[in-house]
């Protein structure tokens, strides 16, 4: 199994073999104030082989500030693909769309991580936390080092 995506999103929902998305792809949240309560969903999409199917996995989300320190209890649960219909291809692979919305406090500004772990897969994603008004500076494209994986 493995994530194939994971984005940051006002709203999601995953229905009907379909993942719908309303705000997604952000990275910065601002609020006037903190702590500020924050809405959001993490919209992600699972990708297994035939040979995974019908297992349960583990799925869990930790929240954390930019020290390591929790937001909130870390979320555990579980994923399931069921079985595949008799007519579908073999050598397919089977793609489940997961949804999974937040309501938490953010405490202070600052950069925030979720780790999403999904059997044995595993996605980073970050925001930062700013003061509503506050300008975020980008690096000009080309001076950013490029990412190994």
Known sequence: M??????LADAAQAVGGKI?????GWNVFRAANYPAPVHLSIAMGLGFTSNEVGIKYPLNVAVTDEAGVAIIPEM???????????DF??????KI??????????????TYGIVVTAG???TQLSFEAIFAGQKVQFAPEGSMPERGN
């Open 2 to 7: 493995k994530i194939e995506f994971a984005l």
């Open 20 to 24: 719908y998305v309303l705000g997604g």
């Open 76 to 86: 555990k649960g579980q994923v399931e693909t069921g079985q595949v219909a008799p």
């Open 89 to 94: 291809p073999k050598g397919v692979s089977v």
């Open 97 to 110: 769309p997961v949804a999974i919305t937040i309501n938490m406090p953010l405490p202070h500004p600052g």
């Open 120 to 122: 044995s897969a595993k």
